[in-house]
């Protein structure tokens, strides 16, 4: 299926092949794809009489470039096409199922709700009712999420289905469970399939990552370069590997890579708080001024997708307890789950509010979800409130998961 060299065990071989070979990528290929679509039906498709099976086409397309190019302002070109379809056709369930999509790529999770239950079929869709178990899962609903994938798997066994499945046990600490589903995922995938394969192989990866097995994190990206050649997406989740093995500087040519085609402000915090690693203040301070300030202008346009960002931002670099407060709290009213909860409870641990942080940080914990990090901030909590044990415990547990649970990693 492939006939590229094998990477070598350094890991990093296979992505600069694909960076100086002349030959087109998947990526490249499938991009021209898409841009020659869009471009055949751009100039009609919005005219009226609408047609819907040509408007609703390019809708998809546009929703698939921005998804491809990570371009989230891209997003409102699909979305504004989808406005201006809906205006002239009404409630189509296609429509709304790919405005549902966009609003909660963006975060915007009560507009998610309110594009599902605009259509009757679309509540009813198997493809509506995974994306609602998705926002249950954002929501904190979490054994609505669980029952919800299981009936749809007992249903029909899906490969995006079982990877929301794996995803949800992952997130529990059934890391073998999560496991053999993402295996049965791939298995589900046909040969046409192969970005779908390559992103399965990436959260494969990322599954080992966080465990602190980072060969076999290399081995599954590796796998995913090889299925579907040069997505930025792949290279992004080498450099955090990089960073985290200590390769600092493969790591930054990595990402430099990776934000000369993807700028956006998230890579270049990660860049930033690669350099801090690093000890270089300098590039360090110029990466993380510049994200804050993309953060900020974000919304200060009312969009609320990096709300997290700032939120960790504030507390985990510029230690700025009142600032982490504000975005953390902002974060914490779309969505309370264990990651906004945690996020609030180390925002005031910064802002030295350490008995309300404890206070939320229990009910993140009590969400059942068992990550490293998460155990980390949790001990720290509690070294700082009160010396009841608990802080050596959950730093022990965090230990247990990961020894590495320290190194360079990427808030996602």
């Not at 249950?136 to 995006?160: C, H, K, M, P, V």
């Not at 953060?295 to 507390?315: K, W």
Request: hydrophobic share 40%; aromatic share 10%; net charge negative.
């Amino acid at each position: 299926m492939d006939t590229d060299p094998p990477a070598t065990a350094g890991g990093t071989d296979l992505f600069q092949v694909r960076i100086m070979s002349n030959k087109k990528t998947d990526f490249d290929i499938e991009l021209e794809r898409i841009d020659q679509g869009i471009a055949e039906l751009e100039d009609n498709a919005l005219q009226l009489p609408i047609d819907r099976v040509k408007i609703t086409k390019l809708a998809y397309l546009q929703y698939q470039r921005a998804s491809l190019m990570g371009n989230l302002d891209e997003l409102n070109v699909a979305d504004n096409t989808l406005g201006h379809a809906i205006q002239h056709l009404g409630r189509d369930g296609d429509l709304y199922f790919l405005k549902a999509n966009i609003h909660f790529k963006v975060h915007r999770l009560a507009d998610v709700e309110q594009d599902l239950k605009a259509s009757t079929d679309l509540t009813q869709s198997a493809q509506g009712r995974a994306l609602k178990a998705d926002l249950d899962f954002q929501q904190g609903r979490y054994e609505a999420a669980r029952g919800e994938y299981e009936a749809l798997i007992e249903e029909e066994r899906t490969w995006d289905t079982l990877a929301r499945l794996a995803y949800f046990n992952f997130k529990m600490g059934d890391f073998e469970g999560a496991d053999r589903l993402y295996d049965e995922a791939v298995d589900e995938l046909t040969a046409k399939e192969m970005r779908h394969y390559s992103w399965v192989e990436l959260q494969r990866g990322v599954v080992d990552l966080t465990q602190g097995h980072y060969e076999k994190a290399r081995e599954h990206y590796q796998r995913a370069e090889r299925a579907y050649s040069g997505h930025w997406m792949v290279q992004e989740h080498v450099a955090e590997l990089l960073g985290a093995e200590g390769k600092n500087d493969e790591a930054e040519a990595m990402y430099r890579g990776v934000i000369a085609r993807v700028p956006r402000p998230d890579f270049q915090q990660a860049l930033g708080e690669l350099y801090l690693s690093m000890g270089k203040t300098t590039e360090a301070n110029d990466c993380l001024k510049r994200a804050e300030a993309a953060f900020l202008e974000s919304a200060q346009r009312g969009e609320v997708h990096y709300y997290h960002h700032l939120a960790d931002l504030y507390a985990d670099v510029f230690e700025n307890g009142a600032e982490a407060v504000k975005w953390a709290e902002k974060d914490l009213e779309l969505r309370r789950n264990f990651s906004t909860l945690a996020a609030m409870a180390w925002a005031l641990y910064r802002a030295g509010e350490f008995s309300k942080a404890l206070e939320l940080m229990d009910e993140s914990l009590a969400s059942g979800v068992k990550d490293a990090r998460l155990f980390r901030v949790a001990g720290m909590i509690h070294k700082a409130f009160s010396p009841n044990g608990k802080a050596d415990r959950y730093l022990q547990m965090a230990a247990a998961i990961n020894p590495h649970y320290e190194n360079f990693h990427v808030h996602r």
